[in-house]
């Protein structure tokens, strides 16, 4: 097939940019697995052609019909990513799961968006053993999308439908290099779990996807002789736009881990892939600094030293690159707040790391910056073909609502025109729900979102998200929440780290210490009246925010 330029990608829909892809980089790895200590299962950009096609024709083959929505849940695995494509190549829309997601919202989802096949992993299907007889799944096939056999001249997959299972042969269907999406058709629906508590089903275009694609290059330019170590759920649009279309576009090579990126599985893995390109989500990194990084930190005698400081940090971000495999020249951080303390350590040490702003809703970038080409608190560039603007607000005085228009929006939520209508102004500008402000150069500072806001005794703007990251900034504190008192005063709820735990009676106090280090830092409408412990962890979403909703 024709090759397509990044400058025209935006009008190509999903399906033109696999077959595309898969002409234009042919024998070079596209996707592979790293479990047990080895790299396996790979498979070249031609091959992820040919089984996107087999698995468009299977769908045609079962009745699925052009604008069919196709529900996907499975692991981090090659086979999700060709699953993606052939349903693009098949004309059918994508319905990407979480994996974490409970059996009912799973239910509530196939409901809602009127599934008609089910692809799935083995793992998935054992572990929600009882969705075959749910309601939502009656009728229709279930394709087990890593069963699929290597056997060239008749290549099979596991197909079961009303309880029964049996093996169906792939073909090539020719009509599969004809897409019958266009650019604007509906591609996927991507149900969010947010930090507000409700399952909305973003839909998004193949122009949508893959312009939000296309403009992330901008800040981290990708390379065919790159290396991806996808560390976050595809089904996701931060990984799904930056960790699967971005590198496709470019031709880079795409490894998946065989179980969650806790750091005692990622440090092995990344030492063993020396990866180029990264993207994740703060806690992560933060995890590997306050474990791996800020004890030796603090132990050298370089350190202790002002005049010697810079050159410890430095020396400790060649540890962290070190650690990460030596290799790492783009290392993205989205999905929600980074803490400042971390932040100052990754940009004094000339860690080559940058920060993104998105949402599901803008497919997800919305701005970022280029690694070692911003300052500390610099703010954030809009990526290219987006506009931001910041609206006023009631309730907050100096900042304003982040609204945002460009290729990237989405069209809506699935079957809902009430918060359809509630997500975009009159004008047309999409609502991100994020307070910020633009600062005369256009860059853009976030403040936190518009629902946390906490107004003060005198209508003061309170942003949690700020404490809690002095809060985080503590040995003590593993991860926090801030929220207003039946009283208006200001409470903070932590999960202590290990070494607070080890602390055991001593903690109270130094738990007050702690509160009261904070407040000299704050305005004092802003200072917490109270910390108390909380001794399980937060639940979180996708993106390893608080679901605040279930706290404050």
């Known amino acids: 097939m024709k090759q ?92 990407p799961l979480l994996t974490g997601f409970s059996i009912e919202q799973i239910q509530y989802i196939a409901s809602h968006s009127d599934v008609s096949a089910v692809c799935i992993s083995r793992a998935m299907a054992q572990k929600f053993e009882q969705i075959y007889s749910l309601s939502g799944f009656l009728n229709i096939p279930f394709i087990y999308i890593d069963s699929m056999t290597d056997n060239k001249e008749t290549p099979k997959i596991s197909v079961s439908l009303n309880g029964l299972e049996k093996e169906m042969p792939l073909h090539t269907d020719e009509c599969t ?14 149900y969010t779990s947010g930090t507000q508590g409700s399952n909305k089903g973003v839909m998004l275009s193949s122009r949508n996807l893959i312009s939000s694609a296309v403009s992330s290059l901008f800040f981290g330019r ?9 560390v976050l759920p595809l089904a996701h649009s931060y990984e799904c736009g930056l960790g699967l279309l971005a590198p496709v576009i470019s031709g880079v090579s795409i490894t998946y881990l065989d179980r969650p990126p806790s750091p005692s599985v990622l440090l092995p893995a990344v030492k063993l892939l020396r990866p180029t390109v990264m993207v994740t989500v703060p806690l992560l990194i933060e995890k590997i600094y306050s474990s791996a990084i800020a004890p030796k930190l603090r132990e050298s005698k370089l350190y202790k030293f002002p005049l010697t400081r810079p050159l410890a940090v430095w020396f400790a971000g060649r540890k962290l690159v070190s650690a990460l495999g030596g290799r790492i020249r783009f290392f993205g951080i989205g999905g929600a707040p980074l803490s400042p303390q971390v932040e100052k350590f990754l940009h004094n040490a000339k860690f080559p790391y940058t920060i993104g702003y998105g949402l599901t809703e803008t497919a997800p970038l919305v701005a970022s910056n280029i690694p070692l080409r911003f300052s500390f608190g610099f703010g954030l560039t809009s990526a290219d073909g987006v506009t931001i603007r910041i609206a006023e607000c009631e309730g907050s005085a100096k900042d304003g609502e982040i609204q945002v228009r460009g290729q990237n929006v989405m069209m809506g939520y699935y079957n809902d025109e009430e918060k359809t209508r509630e997500a975009f102004t009159s004008d047309g500008w999409f609502r991100t729900g994020d307070l910020g402000r633009l600062d005369k150069k256009g860059r853009l500072h976030i403040r936190g979102r518009l629902k946390a806001l906490i107004l003060g005794p005198s209508g003061e703007n309170i942003y949690p998200e700020e404490i809690e990251g002095l809060l985080g900034s ?27 735990k080890a602390a055991a009676g001593a903690i109270e106090h130094k738990l007050e210490d702690l509160r009261l280090w904070v407040n000299k830092k704050l305005s004092s409408f802003s200072r917490l009246s109270k910390i108390e412990i909380k ?16 706290y404050a």
């Open 4 to 95: 397509i330029s990044k400058s025209t990608l935006t009008d190509a829909s999903l399906a033109q940019l696999c077959l595309c892809a898969s002409s234009q980089y042919k024998d070079k790895i596209a996707f592979s697995m790293l479990s047990e200590g080895k790299i396996c299962g790979e498979i070249t950009y031609a091959q992820m052609g040919d089984r996107a096609r087999q698995i468009a024709s299977l769908l045609k083959q079962l009745g699925i019909a052009n604008g069919g929505k196709v529900l996907l849940l499975s692991e981090n695995c090659p086979e999700w990513a060709l699953a993606y494509f052939g349903i693009a190549l098949a004309g059918a829309v994508s319905v």
């Open 177 to 190: 290099d004809v897409p019958q999406q266009k650019a604007d058709d509906l591609a996927s629906i991507i």
């Open 474 to 500: 503590s040995q003590l504190v593993e991860e926090s929440l801030v929220y207003s008192g039946k009283k208006g005063e200001l409470i903070a709820l932590v999960f202590l780290s290990e070494a607070a």
């Open 535 to 550: 001794y399980k962890p937060f639940e979180k979403t996708p993106t390893m925010k608080i679901k605040r909703h279930l």
């Open 222 to 230: 990708l390379v065919p002789r790159d290396r991806m170590l996808s």
